[in-house]
């Protein structure tokens, strides 16, 4: 299958400061990412749509001042996480997906603020 | 109603017996579904494609119903190793591509 990553795998940061995470499509040119967020024991819920060159379209209650997305080639996609707080604490997951609809996933950063 | 709708579980299955579980999903124009599994603070994992009336991968079967809407998925002669969330996965709409609704995930248990 494809090949997805994400940096960093875990982050622990203080209130406040901004976070980066960075998710790339290793083995083939994805025009589109997604960016997903998953609290313990709740389905993934989609954040955002990071297309290539252009500006993310975000899901509805996403604060896209607080997600910065940026997609600046075919094979990387980052979101940043700006003046986090506690509450924003989460496993981000990013995807990719091919022509034939299959999705594939990075393995994830699990953010803590304290 | 939710876009996708899962039986949380879980679903305690002895070694070696068959475990079915479905998922129903609201918007009736949908073509294609996906199954994957999702361990314990990893990523999912693609499992199982499903465009028409079913899929057989092993030990592991997709079968769609379109008039009911809802995909099962069974799993027979079950190993240690199939314990995990189960995702399903649905396109949220036909003209956004790539864009897809998840499933609560049901969880399977197998025990020795």
């Known amino acids: 299958g494809a090949v997805v990553s994400q940096h960093p795998s875990w982050v622990i940061c203080k209130s406040g400061t901004s976070v980066k995470i960075e998710c790339r499509s290793l083995d083939f040119q994805a025009t589109t990412m997604f960016w997903y967020r998953q609290f313990p024991k709740q389905s993934l819920m989609l954040m955002a749509t990071?297309?290539?060159?252009?500006?993310?379209?975000?899901e509805q209650g996403v604060e896209k001042d607080k997600f910065l997305i940026n997609h600046a080639s075919l094979t990387l996609s980052t979101l940043t996480v700006t003046s986090a707080h506690p509450e924003d604490s989460s496993f981000y997951i990013c995807?990719?997906?091919?022509?034939?609809?299959?999705?594939?996933f990075g393995p994830g950063t699990r953010l803590t603020v304290t | 109603r939710k876009e996708v709708e899962q039986d949380p579980g879980p679903f305690n299955v002895p070694e070696g017996a068959t475990v079915a579980f479905n998922c129903t999903y609201s918007n009736s124009a949908s073509q294609s579904f996906f199954w994957y599994r999702q361990d314990c603070r990893k990523e999912p994992k693609l499992l199982m494609s499903v465009y028409s009336s079913g899929n057989e991968d092993g030990r592991f079967t997709a079968q769609l119903n379109r008039a009911s809407q809802y995909i099962s998925l069974l799993i027979r002669d079950s190993k240690l190793s199939d314990s995990a969330t189960y995702l399903c996965?649905?396109?949220?709409?036909?003209?956004?591509?790539?864009?897809?609704?998840f499933g609560a995930g049901t969880q399977v248990v197998v025990t020795p």
């Open positions: 990071s297309n290539e060159g252009s500006k993310a379209t975000y």
């Open positions: 996965v649905v396109p949220m709409t036909t003209d956004s591509w790539g864009k897809f609704q």
């Open positions: 995807s990719a997906t091919n022509t034939a609809y299959e999705q594939y």
